[in-house]
């Protein structure tokens, strides 16, 4: 069935059902043609189109309709009852509110007065909340990876001293070589410390790659 014949029979606009379609309430067969994306809906596709349209009015969210539509007889019942919660505090607000007329304040502040008394106790709404801390994934990433690099440069620095000392004991010449600090250390940063760093690199970049970060 075509988008035309979809949105008649469903009592939806195009864009409503593209909505859906893009929320995963239902999934239509698709074609990729012509460099475009073409959805088939079938007579349950659009049934389905219609049953959300009809719950969307009633006032549930998406995410409680793509919950029963998961799992009927286990969400629904929680479903319903706080979509009921929620009419019933707005039916509270409004007994509470509808006695008090702009008319009886001057500005701003005088109405906010004459509400106060029929609001006390009452939360913020979620939406006056500071929203969660962002999270710079990027610069995450950037300081795992380089955690892991120290890290591995670290285990290489201890590794080449174990090796060092070990070839020190048995050849000579390379005891008197090793005395000098600078073929010490140019040694280490000329083999060991770019085989470490590449491989910490590769270890953090993996790391971040299977493990998401959760603030």
Known sequence: MKMKEVCAAAGLTE???????????????SQRRGGRTWLDFSEADVERLHAIGTLRKAGFTIDEIRSMG??????????????RRRLQEAIDAYERLRHIDTAQAED?????????????????????????????????????????????????????NNIVDLLSDRFALLSIAFWNPLVYFLLFAVLPLPIALVLGSWAGKWLCRHFAYVP
Do not use: I, K, T
């Open 15 to 29: 864009r409503a059902v593209r909505f859906y379609v893009q929320e995963q309430l239902v999934s239509p067969q």
């Open 70 to 83: 998961r799992d009927f007889q286990n969400n629904a019942p929680a479903v319903a009852f706080a979509l």
């Open 108 to 160: 701003l502040e005088g109405y906010a007065a004459l509400l106060e008394r029929e609001v006390r106790g009452q939360p913020l709404p979620d939406s006056d909340r500071p929203a969660a801390r962002h999270v710079d994934l990027d610069a995450w990433h950037d300081r795992v990876e380089w955690l892991l690099m120290l890290g591995s440069a670290f285990l290489f620095w201890r590794l080449y």
